[in-house]
């Protein structure tokens, strides 16, 4: 065994789960990346580590200095954690409609927070992330919706992960969020294997942001336009809170695993993908572990009100 | 042949708050072009001058992105369900 020396040696080189029990179809595996596994519990670890190495190298962050960062939560808790551990403050912008599993583990590995308000979502708290960093030039702003660290650790280290342990692998299935799973991941399957399929899974967001004045507030990530997101994916769909649900509570009961809501969601494509295709593999990412959305009633409630409080958080 | 949209709450008082309506319509143009014609407010919302899709709209068939289908040109039939939404962060 190895002895680890830092938390964040220990993020990646996740392992993967066969969940073909939950396929549709006998001549379609699916397949689990458990990123859950990484120490601050979330796929974000990656691209964390990825960003805050890299801001380091560039001089762009320098000992004692406060980082500020929008989050929907994920990605705001492993820089928290890296943060904690290599001496530098840090501010997270969250909407305030995050679960409050979410808000405590930000506070747990020591971040300040700031809300924004829940009706306009993440968007709010990108905006309000980049006035702040506008006015506290002081401060390390390393913005993970347009920062290349953030797909190129998963160029760099998932991709080539899944690759090594499925070579057979005929399509990719994963949340689209900032976009960079999926550009990372799908950039370096498909260099190596033209064929695979990189499908997109997102929650119906935008339904009900009311703080939205008109679309112009909408948002894309500078990754997914620089990574060319639209000619990579191939396709791309909504599933909606209450079939997340379904299909987390599947993972429990078929499975034994015990993963968040959008990894639900994820293996609703999934299953999708399976059913229109004759034979193939399928693996998706398992982005984090049940944990967090306990209070949500996910698995404990009856659906129609687990459904009914999830539609009120953000889980992606 | 009618199809139900969903509407996104941003989207609503452009169409004198209703959440859903019914378009006919062969194709996801036609019926962007039927929402457009009932509701005049909404084509700088929904569109770009050049007639395309604006870039931070999404529109779905069935829950499906039409822009990784057939774009405007992406058929439906009875029964379909087409949904607008805004395009927002996640992360």
Request: hydrophobic letters at 40%; one cysteine or more.
């Amino acid at each position: 065994m190895t002895v680890y020396r830092g938390i964040d040696e220990l993020i990646g080189e996740t392992p993967i789960l066969d969940v073909s029990q939950l396929s549709p179809n006998p001549n379609v595996q699916i397949l689990a990346k458990l990123e859950g596994n990484n120490p601050a519990g979330s796929v974000k670890d990656r691209i964390a580590k990825a960003m805050i190495d890299d801001a380091e190298k560039k001089g762009l962050l320098t000992p004692g200095q406060t980082i500020i960062e929008p989050s929907s939560g994920n990605t705001g808790i492993a820089m928290a954690m890296i943060a904690s551990q290599r001496g530098y403050p840090i501010i997270v912008v969250v909407p305030e409609s995050v679960s409050v599993e979410r808000r405590q583990l930000l506070e747990i590995f020591g971040a300040e927070i700031i809300f924004t308000p829940g009706e306009q979502g993440s968007n709010g708290s990108v905006r309000v992330a980049q006035q702040m960093a506008a006015e506290h030039p002081e401060w390390a702003f390393l913005y993970q919706y347009g920062n290349d660290s953030n797909p190129r650790a998963h160029y760099e280290t998932t991709g080539p992960e899944i690759l090594r342990d499925v070579p057979d692998i005929s399509h990719f299935v994963a949340g689209l969020g900032t976009s960079g799973t999926l550009m990372g991941v799908g950039s370096y399957l498909k260099e190596i294997k033209k064929s695979i399929q990189i499908w997109a899974v997102e929650p119906p967001a935008g339904e009900n942001v009311e703080g939205l004045r008109s679309l112009e507030d909408g948002f894309v990530p500078p990754v997914f336009e620089r990574w060319g997101g639209q000619d990579l994916l191939d396709r791309k769909m909504i599933v909606r809170p209450r079939e997340s649900i379904e299909c987390t509570r599947m993972l429990v009961k078929e499975a034994g695993l015990f993963a968040g809501i959008s990894s639900g969601a994820a293996l609703a494509g999934c299953r999708k993908a399976a059913a229109q295709i004759e034979s193939g593999v399928i693996v998706f990412v398992v982005c984090d572990y049940g944990w967090k959305y306990l209070s949500t009633g996910a698995w404990t409630s009856d659906l129609d009100s687990a459904t009914a409080s999830t539609e009120k958080i953000i889980y992606f | 042949m009618s199809i139900s949209v969903r509407l996104p709450t941003v989207l609503r008082p452009h169409a004198n708050g209703e959440a859903r309506l019914d378009v006919d319509g062969g194709t996801v143009g036609e019926i962007i072009d039927g929402i457009v014609r009932k509701f005049p407010g909404m084509a700088t919302n929904l569109l770009d001058q050049d007639g395309s899709l604006h870039r931070f709209v999404n529109v779905y068939v069935n829950d499906e992105d039409v822009r990784y289908l057939e774009k405007m040109e992406t058929a439906v039939v009875d029964g379909d369900e087409l949904s607008i939404l805004p395009a927002v962060a996640g992360g």
